[in-house]
C-alpha cells in the first residue's frame, strides 16, 4: 500500500499552459528574451496542438513565406523549443490556476503536482461549438460531429466518419474537412450557413467548395436531424433576416453524417478559475498592450485569447506575449513594474466587435504594438479609424471588411504622444 | 441435455428491472434479465429529470403515492450501499398566483396523508432567501426537504452491477418477440420467451419492458393494457449556470404532471424541462422547436434570468404512461407465473427501490426460494475525479497511473475510469455506456476532443470490438464507415460504397 500522497511542489520563472503553436512561440521567445526558467504543460502525447490534424496546407506563408502543411508548421517550432531545450511535460493536463499563479497539474507520470509561477501564459486555445449550443431538433444518433473531431478521426487515425455528409456552418475547419472528405471517398451534398455570409477565409470557400462543385447555401440552417441509431437524413430551411427558418423552404437531405463547424470557443475555464476578467464579445481575457490580463502576471495568447484565422499570427502574438512575460518576471526581480494606472482603453464602434489589446499602456507601450480585431457585418470600401482624444491618428481605407477575416493595424508610441489623461483611443469604421 | 430453466428472467434492463434483479439476487435462484438494447438504462430511465422526489404529488391511497414514498426514504442508504450519486437538495413547488395558494395547501395536506415529512410552505420572503433568482410572480412554495436529486445512469448501473456480482446474468441485444406458456407433463408449466439471442425458460416473467410492457403484457394476457409514450423535452445547461438555482424548482402540477422544473444535477449542470407530449412513436426521442420553446416559456414562470445561451444539450425522454396513472405491478391474473411492473412513470425512479422490494415479495410468493446465504450488498463505485481531494487523487494514482492521465477535460474523467467502466459486469460496450458510467462526454465540448481517444479505449478493453467497430449505443450506431479511401482505390466489399467507387471511376 502507498503510505505517503504527497504532493510535489516545483517552481518555475514562467509556466506556459498548452504546447500548440500559442504555446510553443511564447515559450520560445520567453526564452530568447532571457528567461532560463520556462515549462510548458501539454495534455497530448506530443507538441504541436491542433496543427497535428491539420494536414492540409496553407500555413506559414506569413511567418515562413512558404506554403506549410500543420505538422510542418509545428514542427518548426517543436525544433525551436529543442534547440533551446525548453522544458515540456506531455500527456500533462491543468487543474487549476490560483491568482497567486500557483499551477495544479496532474499526469500519471508525476500524479497531482503543483508549480509556482512568477508568471503564466495562457495559451489553451479553443475548442468547437457543439450542437447542443444550437438546439438543432430531432433525434440525437451517431453520426453527428463537429468538423474538428471528424479530421481527428480522418486525418490522424484513419477513418471516415461518413459517407454521405451534410456541413452545417462554414467556419474554416468545416470549408477545410468538406475538400478532405470528399477526397477521401464521400460525398459532401452541401455547406449550409446561417448567415448571410461565411465565416471562413475567402481562399478556403474557393479551394474547398467551388472547386469540388460543393454548393454553399448562405442564409440557410439545419431544422431536424432523423434516425435513431445513425443519421438518415437533414432537414435545410432557409432563414429570414432575423435568422429564424423560412416555413416551406425546407429540403430533405439524405445522409449518414452531420458535421458542425459553427464557431470556435476560448476555453477559459482555466482563466476564470485564476479570476482573469473576461471579454464577453472574444470570450477571451481583456489583455494590455503586453497582452497581460486583469490578474497580474498572467499573460494570454492564440485562440484562448480571441479565435483566430492564421496560425502566422497566433505565432506572432504569442511571441509578443512570451517576451512580455519574461520582462515581467525581469522587472518583477528588479522591484520594478508597470502600474495599471495608466492604462487606456481602447474602445471599438461603428461595425468593429473587438479589439486586442483592449487596453494600452502609453508609457510603457513597446515602440509599437499591434491591434486586432474582426468586424461585425461584411463591409465595403470603408474606412479603418484610428483617434487618439479628438486627434485621428490613422485612416486607413479597405476595399472589404468581413467578419470571418481578422484586421490589425500598427500602433505606434508616438500616435499616442500628448494623449491626456482622460483620454480614449477610439477604433472605429468610417465612410470617409 | 437438459435446458436451463430460470427461476425468474426480467424483461427490460431499467431502474425497474435492475432493482428487482438486485432484490432477485438476495435469494437463492437462478435469475436472467433481457434487455431489448446494448446496455442497461437505455430507455425511459435514461432521459428524465432525475428527481427523487418527495411523495407529495400523487394521490393518496394510490400504489405511486405509497412506493414513492417508501422508496425516497430508502435512497440515503442505497447510495452508500451502492456509491451512486445522490444529494438530499430538497424541492419547491412554487405558486405564481395568490388564486392558486389554496391548491398548494391542498398538495401539502396530501403530501402529509402519504405520509411525507417536514413539509412546509414558506412565503415570499423566505423563499427569495433560497433561491435568489426565483420568479417576480412568485408567492409562496411547498418546500419539501427530503426531496433529492441522483444520477439515473449510475444508480441503474450500481443496481445491475450488484445484481451481477451476486449471480444474476444479463443478455443485451435480446428484444423479446414472444412469449408464451409451456406445458409440461407432471411438472409445472414454464415461461418460454422468444429472443433474436435465443430462447429462455423459465418459471416467473417480470415484465419491467417500460413503454413496451403493453406488447408484453398483451402477448400472454387477454385483459390488455395501453402504455402511451409521454414525451418529455429538456435543455441542459453548463455547469457554469448549475447554481442558478439550488433546490429543484416545480410550477403547481397539472394534470399532465409536474410541469417544467428546474434544478441543479448531480453533476452540477443546469436541467430545465420537461414537456409532456402524448405521441405514437414508441422512439420518438426527438426534440422539437416547440417543445424546446415551451420549456423556456414555461420554466420563466417560476424562475427568472435562466442563462439558456449556457445550454450544452438539449434532449428528450419517454414516460410509460398508462391511461390509469397508476403503476401496474401484480402477478396478471390469466397468466400465472407473468409478473407486471408496468406504468412505471413519474415517480417511478424515485420508487425504484420499493419496486424491486414489491415485485421480489410477489415474487418469492410464487417461488418460495430460500436466502441467498453469499449476498454482498455492497458495490465499489467507479471514482469520481471532480471534487476529489488531491491527496486522495494522488492515492489512486499510485495504485493506477491511468488516473492521472485526463481524457474528458470537460467533465475531469481519466482513462482508469473509462477502462474500469469497460471492464464492469455489465459493462460499458459504446461510447453512450462509458459517458453514462463515468460522465465523460457530458461537458460543455460535448464529446467534440474526447471522442476519438474513448473510442481506442473500447476497442482495447473489448475483446469483440475494433476501431471501426465501435458504436455510439450499441448495433445501428457505428461512429464511423471504415478506413479512409474506402471504395476509391479498389473495388469494396462493402456495398453501400458502390456510389463512392462509381463516382470515382
Redesign the interface.
Known amino acids: 500500500m502507498p503510505s505517503t500522497a504527497t504532493i510535489q511542489t516545483l517552481e518555475r520563472d514562467i509556466v506556459v499552459v498548452g504546447g500548440g503553436s500559442a504555446g510553443l512561440a511564447a515559450a520560445i521567445s520567453a526564452r530568447d528574451a532571457g528567461c532560463e526558467s520556462v515549462l510548458v504543460l501539454e495534455r497530448e502525447p506530443q507538441l504541436g496542438g491542433i496543427l497535428n490534424q491539420c494536414i492540409h496546407n496553407g500555413f506559414g506563408l506569413h511567418a515562413f513565406k512558404e506554403e506549410l502543411t500543420g505538422p510542418e508548421y509545428a514542427a518548426r517550432y517543436i525544433s525551436q523549443a529543442r534547440e533551446r531545450q525548453i522544458e515540456h511535460m506531455l500527456r500533462t493536463t491543468v487543474l487549476d490556476i490560483a491568482d497567486d499563479l500557483t499551477v495544479t497539474a496532474v499526469s500519471a507520470e508525476r500524479g497531482v503536482f503543483r508549480i509556482r509561477a512568477k508568471a503564466v501564459v495562457l495559451a489553451m486555445g479553443c475548442r468547437e461549438c457543439p450542437r447542443g449550443a444550437l438546439d438543432i431538433c430531432g433525434t440525437r444518433p451517431a453520426g453527428v460531429y463537429t468538423a474538428g473531431t471528424a479530421q481527428r478521426l480522418v486525418n490522424i487515425d484513419g477513418l471516415m466518419p461518413g459517407r454521405e455528409v451534410v456541413i452545417l456552418g462554414s467556419g474554416d475547419i468545416g470549408l477545410i474537412m468538406a475538400r478532405r472528405l470528399t477526397l477521401e471517398g464521400a460525398h459532401v451534398a452541401c455547406v449550409a450557413e446561417l448567415m448571410p455570409y461565411s465565416g471562413g477565409l475567402k481562399r478556403n470557400i474557393v479551394q474547398c467548395l467551388d472547386d469540388f462543385g460543393i454548393p454553399l447555401l448562405l442564409s440557410h440552417t439545419v431544422v431536424n436531424v432523423e434516425g435513431t441509431k445513425r443519421v438518415e437524413a437533414v432537414t435545410i430551411a432557409q432563414v429570414d433576416e432575423h435568422l429564424k427558418p423560412i416555413p416551406g423552404t425546407e429540403v430533405r437531405y439524405p445522409c449518414d453524417t452531420l458535421l458542425l463547424s459553427v464557431g470556435l470557443l476560448p476555453e477559459n475555464e482555466l482563466s476564470r478559475q485564476a479570476g482573469v476578467r473576461i471579454n464577453p464579445i472574444t470570450r477571451g481575457a481583456f489583455v494590455d498592450d503586453s497582452l497581460m490580463t486583469s490578474v497580474p502576471g498572467v499573460f494570454a495568447c492564440g485562440n484562448v485569447l480571441h479565435v483566430h484565422d492564421l496560425v502566422d499570427y497566433v505565432s506572432e502574438e504569442s511571441a509578443h506575449a512570451g517576451a512580455s512575460a519574461a520582462r515581467y518576471v525581469r522587472q518583477l526581480a528588479e522591484g520594478a513594474g508597470r502600474g495599471a494606472s495608466d492604462l487606456v482603453p481602447v474602445r471599438v464602434a461603428g461595425g468593429i466587435r473587438y479589439s486586442v489589446p483592449a487596453f494600452v499602456s502609453p508609457a510603457n507601450m513597446d515602440e509599437k504594438i499591434t491591434l486586432r480585431f474582426r468586424v461585425g457585418a461584411v463591409y465595403q470600401n470603408r474606412y479603418v479609424s484610428l483617434y487618439v482624444g479628438d486627434r485621428r491618428v490613422q485612416h486607413r481605407r479597405k476595399q472589404i471588411l468581413a467578419p470571418g477575416e481578422m484586421q490589425e493595424l500598427t500602433l505606434r508610441r508616438e500616435e499616442l504622444a500628448g494623449i491626456a489623461p482622460a483620454d480614449e483611443i477610439r477604433l472605429l469604421l468610417e465612410e470617409e | 441435455m437438459a435446458e436451463t430453466v430460470y427461476d425468474a428472467l426480467v424483461v427490460g434492463a431499467g431502474v425497474s428491472g435492475c432493482s428487482i434483479a438486485r432484490e432477485f439476487s438476495r435469494l437463492d435462484g437462478r435469475f436472467l434479465v433481457l434487455e431489448a438494447e446494448d446496455d442497461v438504462c437505455s430507455g425511459t430511465s435514461k432521459a428524465n429529470s432525475a428527481i427523487v422526489h418527495a411523495g407529495f404529488d400523487a394521490q393518496t391511497g394510490t400504489l405511486m403515492a405509497r412506493l414513492n414514498v417508501e422508496g425516497t426514504s430508502l435512497f440515503p442508504e442505497l447510495s452508500r450501499e451502492l456509491e451512486f450519486g445522490f444529494r438530499q437538495i430538497g424541492s419547491l413547488v412554487v405558486c405564481t398566483n395568490e388564486a392558486d395558494l389554496p391548491a398548494l395547501q391542498a398538495l401539502l395536506e396530501r403530501g402529509h396523508a402519504n405520509g411525507v415529512h417536514d413539509l412546509r410552505i414558506v412565503g415570499r420572503e423566505e423563499l427569495v432567501r433560497m433561491e435568489p433568482n426565483i420568479s417576480d410572480a412568485a408567492v409562496a412554495a411547498l418546500w419539501a426537504p427530503t426531496a433529492g436529486i441522483c444520477d439515473p445512469f449510475e444508480l441503474t448501473d450500481a443496481l445491475a452491477e450488484n445484481a451481477a456480482a451476486n449471480g444474476v446474468e444479463f443478455r443485451f441485444d435480446a428484444p423479446v418477440t414472444g412469449a408464451r406458456r409451456r406445458k409440461r407433463d407432471g411438472e409445472p408449466a414454464l415461461w418460454e420467451v422468444t429472443t433474436p439471442k435465443g430462447t429462455f425458460l423459465s418459471h416467473v416473467v417480470v415484465n419491467a419492458a417500460g413503454v413496451h410492457a403493453d406488447e408484453l403484457h398483451n402477448m400472454v394476457s387477454a385483459s390488455r393494457i395501453s402504455i402511451t409514450p409521454r414525451r418529455g423535452q429538456y435543455?441542459?445547461l453548463d455547469t457554469t449556470a448549475g447554481d442558478h438555482v439550488r433546490h429543484t424548482v416545480f410550477m403547481l402540477p397539472t394534470k399532465m404532471g409536474k410541469g417544467v422544473l428546474v434544478t441543479p444535477t448531480i453533476h452540477g449542470n443546469l436541467l430545465v424541462g420537461p414537456t409532456a407530449e402524448d405521441i405514437p412513436d414508441k422512439?420518438g426521442?426527438?426534440?422539437?422547436?416547440d417543445?424546446?420553446a415551451e420549456v423556456r416559456r414555461k420554466s420563466a414562470l417560476t424562475v427568472r434570468d435562466i442563462p439558456f445561451r449556457e445550454?450544452?444539450?438539449?434532449?428528450s425522454g419517454l414516460r410509460a404512461h398508462q391511461p390509469g396513472q397508476e403503476f401496474i405491478i401484480g402477478e396478471v391474473e390469466d397468466a400465472p407465473g407473468f409478473v407486471d411492473c408496468a406504468g412505471i412513470e413519474s415517480p417511478g425512479l424515485s420508487a425504484s427501490p420499493a419496486i424491486g422490494r414489491m415485485v421480489a415479495r410477489i415474487v418469492n410468493g410464487i417461488l418460495g426460494l430460500s436466502p441467498n446465504e453469499g449476498f454482498v450488498p455492497t458495490r465499489r463505485g467507479i471514482p469520481n475525479l471532480r471534487d476529489i481531494d488531491?491527496?486522495?487523487?494522488?492515492?489512486l494514482?499510485?495504485?493506477d497511473?491511468?488516473?492521472?492521465?485526463?481524457v474528458c477535460?470537460c467533465c475531469?474523467v481519466s482513462?482508469a475510469q473509462i477502462r474500469d467502466a469497460c471492464r464492469r459486469v455489465p459493462g460499458a460496450r459504446s461510447l453512450d455506456g462509458v459517458k453514462h458510467r463515468t460522465g465523460a462526454c457530458m461537458g460543455?465540448?460535448?464529446?467534440?476532443?474526447c471522442?476519438?481517444r474513448i473510442?481506442?479505449i473500447i476497442s482495447e478493453e473489448v475483446a469483440s470490438i475494433d476501431?471501426?467497430h465501435v458504436?455510439?449505443?450499441?448495433?445501428?450506431?457505428?461512429?464511423?464507415?471504415?478506413?479512409?479511401?474506402?471504395?476509391?482505390a479498389t473495388a469494396s466489399d462493402e456495398k453501400?460504397?458502390s456510389?463512392?467507387g462509381e463516382?470515382?471511376a
Not at chain 2, 445550454?311 to 434532449?315: A, K, L
Open positions: 435543455e441542459l422512439s426521442t426527438q426534440t422539437t422547436p417543445g424546446l445550454t450544452i444539450t438539449s434532449f488531491p491527496e486522495d487523487w494522488q492515492r494514482i499510485q495504485e497511473p491511468a488516473y492521472g492521465t485526463i477535460r475531469r482513462e460543455r465540448c460535448q464529446a467534440g476532443f471522442t476519438p473510442m481506442e476501431l471501426a458504436t455510439k449505443s450499441g448495433p445501428g450506431s457505428r461512429m464511423v464507415v471504415g478506413p479512409d479511401k474506402q471504395g476509391l453501400d460504397d456510389r463512392g463516382r470515382n
